[in-house]
């Protein structure tokens, strides 16, 4: 991924390196989010019926 030389106090970086790189970084906060909410529901679900199986053995 080499531009070739830069001049000095030019910006390295092509306009469409930067539009992939943050797609990719928001693609990856995304996804991120989507595993930290199934995480969530799991726990939730497990939660759920953790508390509806001892209801059922103390009851």
Do not use: H, N, Q
Not at 6 to 18: D, L, Q, V
């Amino acid at each position: 991924m080499d531009f070739g030389p830069t001049k000095s106090g030019r910006w390295p970086y092509k306009p469409t390196a930067i539009w992939r790189r943050l797609v990719a970084v928001v693609g990856l906060a995304a996804f991120t989010a989507l595993c930290a909410m199934a995480l969530v529901a799991l726990v939730a679900i497990g939660a759920a019926v953790g508390a509806l199986v001892l209801e059922a053995l103390i009851g």
